[in-house]
């Protein structure tokens, strides 16, 4: 079986790392645990195009696996619809709703940005549905994830948490512990 016929997924691990920083990063003041658990569901949401193959939709249509969902127009939707959700009273046109509408559109993203890092598959559809070319990044770390549990505990699967320790964990914890100590040296909190 080579990497194009395996019905891969990006672990969801390298993307809720990313996602945290990313929450991380934005002010305190957003927080709840409800911004947390729309970040961990906006970061992992692209994948639900899974279920397009169980109902014979081919991986290589624009709807199939890293279609769609995957691209930037489909987070800039998310985007714009989970702050509503996220803080359901803020007001529209205020300068924080903007940024949770960036944020959320940003998170999403990410999700593409990492699988297009993935050894293995078919590229990710970053223009759909204006155009169905699949786009790889030249550099490509990181490998890409069974799709199954009992995969998962593998060789395969250890391999792909090594490469998202190395290329995701480190970097993430590196910019988790340089936002901390900024954040102390100007008296912010958190
Ligand atoms: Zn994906």
């Given at each position: 079986m080579n990497s194009t016929e395996r019905n891969d997924v990006a672990s969801g691990f390298g993307h809720i790392a990313v996602a945290y920083a990313m929450g991380k990063t934005t002010?305190?003041?957003?927080?709840?645990s409800r911004f947390w658990w729309l970040t961990v569901a906006c970061c992992l949401?692209?994948?639900?195009?899974?279920i397009g193959l169980v109902l014979g939709?081919?991986?290589?249509?624009?709807?199939?696996?890293?279609g769609f969902s995957h691209s930037l127009i489909f987070a800039v939707m998310v985007g714009l619809l989970v702050p509503r959700l996220a803080?359901?009273?803020?007001?529209?046109?205020s300068r924080s709703f903007g940024v949770l509408v960036l944020y959320f559109s940003c998170v999403t993203m990410s999700h593409g940005i990492l699988d297009a890092m993935t050894d293995g598959g078919l590229g990710i559809a970053f223009f759909a549905p204006f155009d169905s070319t699949r786009y790889f990044f030249p550099w490509r770390p990181l490998i890409v994830s069974p799709i199954g549990l009992f995969e998962f505990f593998s060789a395969w699967g250890m391999g792909v948490l090594w490469s998202e320790l190395l290329w995701i964990g480190m970097p993430v914890t590196f910019w988790l512990i340089g936002l901390k100590v900024m954040r102390r040296v100007r008296g912010l909190p958190g």
């Amino acid at each position: 079986m080579n990497s194009t016929e395996r019905n891969d997924v990006a672990s969801g691990f390298g993307h809720i790392a990313v996602a945290y920083a990313m929450g991380k990063t934005t002010s305190s003041e957003f927080h709840t645990s409800r911004f947390w658990w729309l970040t961990v569901a906006c970061c992992l949401l692209p994948d639900v195009d899974v279920i397009g193959l169980v109902l014979g939709i081919p991986y290589e249509h624009m709807m199939g696996h890293r279609g769609f969902s995957h691209s930037l127009i489909f987070a800039v939707m998310v985007g714009l619809l989970v702050p509503r959700l996220a803080v359901p009273h803020l007001p529209f046109r205020s300068r924080s709703f903007g940024v949770l509408v960036l944020y959320f559109s940003c998170v999403t993203m990410s999700h593409g940005i990492l699988d297009a890092m993935t050894d293995g598959g078919l590229g990710i559809a970053f223009f759909a549905p204006f155009d169905s070319t699949r786009y790889f990044f030249p550099w490509r770390p990181l490998i890409v994830s069974p799709i199954g549990l009992f995969e998962f505990f593998s060789a395969w699967g250890m391999g792909v948490l090594w490469s998202e320790l190395l290329w995701i964990g480190m970097p993430v914890t590196f910019w988790l512990i340089g936002l901390k100590v900024m954040r102390r040296v100007r008296g912010l909190p958190g």
